[in-house]
């Protein structure tokens, strides 16, 4: 079992940068595929972007390809720069048991455990 805290939220500019930290307790945390989701008011939640246990590979929706990085030491961090009002939502921390690959990591349903958010957004 993990418990998954997300923080680092706010409201920013357009054009400016935020940086997501999702922080995780438990021993194994190195053992869990990590990613990152968000939903906005009234839509879906969507994939943004994974890292698998060594972080040595890493996946992004093409949204935010070139813009955000996710990384990973003993928490998962999202970097998201030139952000667009687009971007605004809730960002979600996940982990998963397994490493499903790609492009099942993309799959909200492949994941395990939940953080409870941190609203992000971003103004014209």
């Known amino acids: 079992q993990v418990q998954l805290v997300e923080s680092g939220g706010g409201l920013v500019q357009a054009g400016g940068s935020l940086r997501l930290s999702c922080a995780a307790s438990?021993?194994?945390?190195?053992?869990?595929?990590m990613g990152w989701f968000r939903q906005a008011p009234g839509k879906e939640r969507e994939f943004v972007a994974a890292?698998?246990?060594?972080?040595g590979n890493t996946y992004y929706a093409d949204s935010v390809k070139g813009r955000f990085t996710i990384s990973r030491d003993n928490a998962v961090y999202l970097q998201m720069n030139s952000l667009k009002p687009e971007d605004t939502a809730i960002y979600y921390c996940?982990?998963?048991?397994?490493?499903?690959?790609?492009?099942?990591?993309?799959?909200?349903?492949?994941?395990?455990?939940w953080g409870q958010g941190t609203q992000v957004t971003v103004s014209s």
């Open positions: 438990g021993r194994t945390f190195s053992s869990y595929v």
């Open positions: 890292i698998v246990r060594s972080g």
């Open positions: 996940c982990a998963s048991h397994w490493d499903y690959g790609w492009p099942l990591l993309s799959n909200p349903n492949q994941y395990d455990y």
